[in-house]
C-alpha cells in the first residue's frame, strides 16, 4: 500500500462524512481544495 493510496481514502471517507453531516459547509470547503471538481460532486 502506497502512503498517497491511504491519504486518499482517509480523506474521501472525511469528505463523504461532511456531506452528511454539514452539507451546507461542504460547498463552501471543497472548491478550495478541488476547484472545479467539486463542481462535478456538488
Known sequence: M???A???RIL???L???FVLFPGA???ITPKL???R???IV
Open 38 to 40: 467539486s463542481k462535478k
Open 26 to 28: 461542504v460547498p463552501r
Open 16 to 18: 463523504s462524512l461532511s
Open 12 to 14: 474521501g471517507s472525511i
Open 6 to 8: 491511504i491519504v486518499s
Open 34 to 36: 478541488y476547484g472545479s
Open 2 to 4: 502506497n502512503p498517497f
